[in-house]
């Protein structure tokens, strides 16, 4: 059963901490990403990679930090210097290239407690 | 850099109704365009896409988009709406005047079909 899985469902944040979200696929797509989902405001790129051990910065990468030592998993860490983490954060895939389709994972919703 | 607009944010129809989207979009040239659609509790899921050849494309469960490049516009149309079409809709572009790069999604226009 290919896809995206996305854990925790649900986190909670103090203030000060930080938070990994785990992102992991089975398609065996090339290419990663992040996105932050507000209400309104569409999704916007935190951070992509388009191949293992590389990563670039999308719109809003201030406070945020990836890694992707292996081609399955792409972790998100929310750090203390992001003022406002409270989103939604979504995990997609491509097969390659950015310009194909990506699918998107359930997502996580972060919550600062 | 690429920016989408969706003109409406929340529009609210009866069951049978026609349904128009609009999307619009700042730089042309060549570009890849996507509807995507998030159901109450569901993961985002892509609707339709065009990559190029045939400006009128058809997606799932009886969406259709037409691209006209001239408009710089990419809107989304369904005949006849049903309840269960009751989501929020994201127009995404990818491309612009250094070309593909990362997809840029619109705010979103949530759809409220009322039976």
């Known amino acids: 059963d290919g896809g995206i899985t996305q854990s925790p469902k649900y986190l909670f944040r103090k203030e000060g901490q930080n938070v990994t979200l785990s992102c992991e696929q089975n398609l065996n797509h090339d290419a990663m990403y992040w996105y932050r989902q507000d209400p309104g405001q569409g999704l916007r790129l935190i951070y992509y990679s388009q191949i293992v051990n590389d990563f670039q910065k999308g719109d809003i990468a201030e406070g945020y930090s990836v890694s992707r030592e292996k081609k399955e998993s792409f972790p998100l860490t929310v750090t203390s210097a992001q003022k406002n983490p409270t989103a939604f954060y979504l995990c997609?895939?491509?097969?390659?290239?950015?310009?194909?389709?990506?699918?998107f994972g359930p997502g996580t919703r972060l919550l600062v407690l | 850099a690429q920016s989408v607009s969706q003109h409406n944010h929340h529009v609210i129809l009866s069951e049978a109704a026609s349904l128009e989207l609009g999307c619009n979009y700042s730089?042309?040239?060549?570009?890849?365009l996507f509807w995507y659609v998030q159901y109450p509790g569901q993961h985002l899921q892509l609707l339709l896409k065009y990559f190029s050849g045939d400006p009128l494309v058809k997606g799932i469960k009886g969406f259709e988009a037409e691209f006209i490049k001239s408009k710089f516009s990419f809107n989304l149309r369904k005949p006849s709406v049903q309840w269960s079409d009751t989501a929020e809709y994201f127009c995404?572009?990818?491309?612009?005047?250094?070309?593909?790069?990362?997809?840029?999604f619109g705010k979103g226009t949530m759809l409220l079909v009322s039976p």
């Open positions: 730089y042309g040239g060549t570009v890849n």
């Open positions: 997609a895939s491509s097969i390659a290239q950015t310009q194909e389709t990506q699918y």
């Open positions: 995404a572009v990818n491309g612009g005047p250094s070309g593909y790069s990362t997809l840029t």
